[in-house]
């Protein structure tokens, strides 16, 4: 199917905030309850309209590297939008969305647009981080603030939706131009730096493991 544009997207966070999740819900309608370090999505596409226009979004999850903090440049190259994730359940997801701001400003573009997700909004009951603080947090970081469950799912189809709008906003207002990102321009440059990237992941995880079982 043809499309007017191709927006990479990147899903960042720490390691059980749901990323993983979000991205199979919003590609595949389905929540997966089970939590396996092994399984990464690692890739997701879906065509979504804007403005009439057919949009194809091409989603990148990391895998499990983030445990390691290991994201490679590769990974921010050439990415129009990223969800920024943590679990409104567990504090310590909120605390390090700095640090994880700090990384995307270091290797992504500066008109990545980034939209904030409070993930696991069905666990109010466990809530630990208030609706206020995350819209305070988007605020003062100039981020699209939602909270959002990847389960119920509540807001996933706009958390991906209003992000592609915003960049869309964007090009039109000529603030950012995805045909200077030489790899959204070839999809197929973009797939095969992809693969890489997840080949060298793995290799490098896979030394980890080792070397850690060795000590
Ligand atoms: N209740 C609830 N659980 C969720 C939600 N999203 C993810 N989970 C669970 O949280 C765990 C981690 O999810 P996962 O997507 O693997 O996290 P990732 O490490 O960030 O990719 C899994 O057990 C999921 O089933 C959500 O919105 N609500
Ligand atoms: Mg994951």
């Known amino acids: 199917m043809s499309y007017a544009y191709l927006f990479k997207y990147i899903i960042i966070g720490d390691t059980g905030v749901g990323k993983s999740c979000l991205l199979l819900q919003f590609t595949d309608k389905r929540f997966q309850p089970i939590h396996d370090l092994t399984i990464g999505v690692e890739f997701g596409a879906r065509m979504i309209t804007i403005d009439n226009k057919p949009i194809k979004l091409q989603i990148w999850d990391t895998a499990g590297q983030e445990s390691f903090r290991s994201i490679t440049r590769s990974y921010y190259r050439g990415a129009a939008g990223a969800l920024l994730v943590y679990d409104i359940t567990r504090r310590e ?32 009951h ?13 605020k003062e970081h100039g981020l699209i603030f939602m909270e959002a469950s990847a389960k119920t799912p509540q807001n996933v189809e706009e958390a991906f939706i209003n992000t592609a709008a915003t960049i869309y906003k964007k090009i039109q207002d000529g603030v950012f131009d995805v045909s200077n990102e030489v790899f959204s321009c070839f999809p197929l440059l973009s797939y095969l730096d992809g693969c890489i990237m997840i080949f060298y992941d793995k290799i490098n995880t896979f030394i980890r493991l080792i070397s850690e079982s060795l000590v």
Request: zero cysteines; a negative charge.
């Open 93 to 124: 997801t909120f605390n390090h969305l700095a640090s994880w701001l700090e990384d995307a400003r270091q290797h992504a573009n500066a008109n990545m647009t980034i939209m904030l997700i409070g993930n696991k909004s069905d666990l109010s």
């Open 126 to 138: 466990r809530r630990a981080v208030s609706t206020e603080e995350g819209q305070q947090f988007a």
